[in-house]
């Protein structure tokens, strides 16, 4: 069971990175070497069948200019953490 739950993180995780990236133009090429790695690697961290280090997640974030929430989340669940970002709880109060 555990194992099924971190599959589906790596899928979401590899998805969003790719979403990401290509609403911002970037090829997998440059992500790539941005990061020090090769192309193939960012194609199988963005499939799910690569688990990237902790280090190059925060990596990716500081390229793609993103929370690491924003690449763990679903797109729905996402979309409520950036408006509860935008709109603190005090101001729906």
């Known amino acids: 069971m555990f194992g099924k739950n971190s599959d589906n993180i790596e899928k979401k995780i590899g998805l ?3 979403r990401i990236r290509k609403a911002q133009g970037m090829p997998q090429k440059n992500l790539a070497d941005e990061l020090g790695i090769i192309e193939q690697t960012v194609s199988k961290i ?7 280090s902790a280090d190059t997640i925060m990596q990716v974030c500081d390229v793609l200019n993103v929370t690491p929430n924003e ?3 679903d797109n ?5 953490w950036q408006s509860e970002r935008k709109h603190p709880i005090t101001d729906r109060i």
Do not use: A, H
Not at 46 to 52: A, H
Not at 76 to 80: I, T
């Open 71 to 73: 690449l763990m989340l």
């Open 46 to 52: 963005e499939r799910g069948v690569f688990t990237p």
């Open 16 to 18: 969003n990175i790719k």
């Open 76 to 80: 729905p669940e996402m979309q409520q």
